[in-house]
């Protein structure tokens, strides 16, 4: 029997399909789409199982965030404040303005309409503009502060048609003496790209909160910080606010408490009036720094308000740099003040102060002469009058023979060249220069005419403003005293002595004639009964002879003006140092440390003075800040160009510009130094001083030096 269907090939016959067989591929087709379908409902049951169990937490939150909104609430920064607890950087309740760059639909148009509302300058404009179009998508940018309320709520009625626009009510940073604690407080500010990567806290780019960008502010960003608040609000599903739920309040940061005198900050900022330099003082029984005053300065209160391109511009180009902290990053030739430091040296090589040298008005030293400040000479000097009377050839001959080595180690002892342990973000060393130094840094021999210039306090001789101020603490109590910016840090080294008590008393009493005996400070003599104050006088040469005689000419080629002192002079309590750029000699720096010990001890008499000076200078030195910008923008306020996008651009600028000023006396460092005419004899000429239990031998005669006609090979 042939099977049709069974036939291979084209012989082949149709396939016979009966009932049975239709009956039987369809249930298997039923089978397979059973399985198939029962699969899928099993993985969509374990899947739904794993989301409704496993998942269930994430996504109750993530269902959560939908009907609520959480928002951070910056928190209000500790305060800084003096050593009384007034506050030197406070907060204020502030309305204020933010915009978000990702999330605006039309950058241009909105931050035009909020000119408008806000009346906001043209030039603040357009630094808004730059700032959007350089900050990160998500970096909020501010647009203004401080504003009132009908502005505020004028504002807030067209947020639907401001998308990216963030008004809010919260605190802002306030800087009660402005300029006064610019350098030292420093500014704060919105955390930039850079930082957000750093330290990735949703803080950090939440409207509204800044940090610490400079200063003390930086320094101490951790404990001023505080602990931001949240508030969780019920939104619908467009984000319109249905109703308050949760309100957590912020913390507060730590206050930070300061050693430093308010009023006296205040007093010695303005009191430097339109020169540039600094203040320091400091207390010789706790080391406390009462005063770290630099000038010209800026306002902080700008910075911290994000500060435009106009007044950037005004600061960048200022010659006297006011973006500069002078008291840490100023290094400057110490000139005549560092005589008594080198006094304390000879005494301790063995020299006896009786001992006498003969000043005719120069000293040959090899094949060359170095001049006195006195042309005319001082005759027959010891030790006391080389200090009163400042004479360059008492020095000169000494330290030859007692060599730089002794000298430079004292010099460190009195703090010059030193690193002090303080809460601040940088400081300069300065230069203490010895023998092994000079071959170290420059492959050469140290040579005589060295230690002569380095003596007189030139030549590779650096120091700063803080270090000065260490140096007179020291040199009035004889103890290794460190300065202090914090109460809550131990005093230090009180406990040691570092110098005999005859030496330290005999130091004082002549740093007393330099200003109540026949010295050359006699202006500086306090309006005050009962109360002397003691110092030294400085001038130190910046250039050659041959371009400036340090008294004329173009600014920076002037002389730098420098005074160290103590008061009251016979029971020291108060220590410091004023040094004055380019002031023409010391004469620019007695008169201000003058009305500032008078201000200590009688706050009225001070401000007396320094009202009558202010007069004549045109105001404050905020009101003359404010003046000057306000001249300024309307000059050249259209054509200026924007600041830097990143502070860091802004220090490192300066700290170069900085270490590039402190080179400028090393090109006259092997030149004969030309001390220039320091004197202002006042007074009866006081009897020898004589170390206790010394006896007052006549003076010996010392070989006159050839006459002196002015510096020479």
């Not at 504003?147 to 639907?160: C, E, I, K």
């Not at 990216?164 to 030292?184: D, E, I, K, M, N």
């Not at 914090?486 to 005859?502: N, R, S, V």
């Not at 996008?645 to 510009?657: K, Y």
């Amino acid at each position: 029997m042939k099977i049709p269907f069974l036939r291979d090939g084209p012989d082949r016959g149709p396939r016979m399909v009966n009932a049975s067989i239709l009956r039987s591929s369809f249930e298997r087709r039923g089978a397979m789409i059973a399985a198939v379908q029962g699969g899928i409902g099993v993985l969509l049951a374990l899947r739904l199982g794993y989301l409704a169990v496993a998942e269930n937490e994430k996504y109750r939150l993530e269902s959560e965030s939908n009907r609520v909104n959480l928002t951070l609430i910056p928190p209000r920064r500790g305060w800084i404040l003096d050593r009384n607890g007034a506050p030197l950087a406070s907060n204020r309740a502030d309305f204020r303005v933010d915009i978000i760059p990702e999330r605006l639909q039309n950058a241009e148009d909105t931050i035009n309409r909020l000119g408008q509302l806000l009346a906001l300058e043209p030039s603040r404009i357009a630094d808004i503009k730059d700032k959007v179009a350089t900050a990160r998508g998500f970096q909020p940018v501010e647009v203004a502060s401080g504003l009132g309320y009908d502005q505020f709520a004028a504002l807030s009625v067209r947020l639907p048609d401001l998308p990216g626009v963030v008004p809010q009510r919260g605190f802002s940073r306030f800087y009660p003496t402005a300029s006064s604690v610019g350098h030292l407080i420093g500014y704060v500010g919105p955390a930039s790209a850079e930082e957000y990567e750093k330290d990735p806290n949703p803080l950090l780019i939440t409207p509204g909160y800044k940090i610490g960008k400079d200063g003390l502010e930086k320094q101490f960003e951790r404990n001023l910080r505080g602990v931001p608040g949240a508030r969780r609000v019920e939104v619908t599903a467009s984000g319109r606010i249905v109703r308050d739920l949760e309100t957590r309040e912020d913390v507060q940061g730590n206050p930070i408490k300061l050693t430093i005198d308010g009023p006296l900050q205040d007093y010695a900022a303005r009191r430097i009036g339109l020169e540039s330099g600094s203040v320091v003082v400091m207390d010789c029984r706790t080391g406390d720094l009462l005063c770290m005053a630099s000038m010209p300065s800026f306002d902080p209160n700008s910075f911290s308000d994000g500060i435009g391109g106009v007044e950037y511009a005004m600061l960048r180009d200022d010659e006297r740099v006011p973006l500069r902290n002078k008291v840490l990053k100023g290094l400057y030739p110490p000139g005549s003040t560092v005589k008594p430091m080198v006094s304390m040296a000879l005494m301790q090589a063995g020299v006896d102060p009786a001992e006498t040298v003969f000043c005719g008005g120069g000293l040959r030293v090899g094949n060359r002469v170095f001049g006195c400040w006195n042309r005319r000479g001082h005759g027959a000097v010891d030790m006391a009058k080389g200090i009163y009377q400042s004479c360059d050839v008492y020095f000169y001959a000494m330290a030859q023979r007692v060599g730089m080595d002794p000298i430079a180690a004292m010099a460190r002892r009195c703090g010059m060249g030193q690193e002090f342990p303080l809460p601040v973000t940088s400081q300069f060393y300065g230069t203490v220069p010895d023998p092994a130094w000079k071959m170290k840094k420059w492959g050469r021999e140290w040579q005589t005419f060295d230690t002569v210039n380095a003596t007189i306090g030139q030549g590779y001789m650096l120091s700063s403003p803080l270090q000065l101020a260490v140096m007179a603490s020291r040199l009035a109590t004889g103890r290794h005293v460190m300065p202090r910016l914090t109460l809550d840090t131990k005093p230090k080294g009180f406990d040691d002595i570092d110098f005999p008590t005859e030496q330290v008393e005999y130091v004082r009493q002549a740093m007393s004639d330099v200003v109540n005996g026949p010295g050359t400070a006699g202006r500086a003599r306090l309006p005050i009964d009962g109360v002397q104050i003691a110092g030294k006088t400085g001038t130190a040469q910046v250039v050659s002879l041959s371009i400036s005689n340090g008294k004329s000419g173009p600014w920076k080629y002037r002389d730098h003006g420098l005074f160290i002192f103590f008061a009251p002079y016979d029971n020291p309590r108060y220590a410091g140092a004023v040094v004055i750029e380019h002031g023409g000699g010391s004469g620019a720096a007695y008169p201000i440390a003058r009305d500032v010990m008078t201000f200590m001890f009688d706050p009225t008499k001070g401000l007396e003075a320094l009202s009558a000076l202010e007069e004549g200078w045109g105001g404050t030195a905020q009101q003359r800040l404010d003046a000057r910008y306000a001249a300024y923008a309307a000059e050249r306020g259209a054509t200026v160009s924007r600041p830097p996008r990143r502070e860091e651009e802004i220090f490192d600028r300066v700290e170069a510009e900085a270490r590039r000023a402190a080179t400028q006396p090393e090109a006259i460092a092997d030149e004969v130094i030309a001390p220039r005419p320091e004197a202002n004899p006042s007074g009866t000429p006081p009897g020898p001083a004589v170390l206790p239990g010394a006896s007052a031998s006549p003076p010996a005669a010392a070989a006159p030096a050839p006459p002196v006609t002015g510096p020479s090979e």
